[in-house]
């Protein structure tokens, strides 16, 4: 089932979100509606926050060539265990703040433990836009934009931008 994506700005977004005691079926259909969600955005990841619910929870995809095998990702309770010294940086952009890009900085290589959908605890180390997805992701848990790596003035007027869009949406729902 498709769930409403929050915008910003929404205060839940800024929250930093709970850990995952057990990963109950409850929690396994809100993952199955994330990665739903996240498809149909069309997106390639999406972080339970984004859709109104404060648990430590992210899904993830970045295949994105046409004839290449999905790779979905339900991680609970992510965290980044190890980073490179090295950087990439990458235009980034958020269904929680649509059609606004910029470009962010990041590091290349990170190694990301988390709890899979069976209860198993898994790490893997990702690079490239897998690398930066997931760190935009495990952001969000922490109540992170991409924006709040931005100066000062280029948050605010996205925000601004974000705030009218509201507004729009709100007048036509």
């Keep these: 089932m498709k769930r409403p994506i929050l915008i910003h700005p929404d205060p839940r977004l800024k929250k930093v979100a709970k850990p995952v005691v057990d990963v109950s079926d409850a ?5 199955d509606d994330m990665l739903e969600t996240m498809y149909d955005a069309p997106g390639i990841g ?3 926050p984004q859709v109104g ?5 992210i899904v993830l995809d970045c295949i994105k060539k046409e004839g290449e095998s999905p790779r979905p990702l339900v991680m609970f309770n992510p965290e980044v265990i190890a980073s490179s010294e090295e950087e990439n940086t990458y235009e980034e952009g958020c ?3 649509p059609e606004q890009y910029a470009d962010v ?3 290349a290589d990170v190694t990301v433990r988390w709890i899979d959908r069976d209860g198993a605890l898994q790490e893997e180390t990702f690079d490239g836009l ?3 997805c997931v760190q935009h992701e495990i952001d969000h848990l922490e109540g992170k934009l991409f924006i709040d790596y931005l100066r000062p ?3 605010q007027m996205i925000t601004r931008k974000m705030v009218k869009l509201k507004r729009e949406m709100a007048r036509a729902g």
């Design 153 to 155: 003035l280029k948050r």
């Design 27 to 31: 929690l396994r259909e809100l993952a």
């Design 53 to 57: 619910v404060m648990d430590r929870l």
């Design 46 to 48: 999406l972080a339970a």
């Design 95 to 97: 269904l929680s703040i």
């Design 130 to 132: 897998w690398a930066t």
């Design 105 to 107: 900085t990041r590091p």
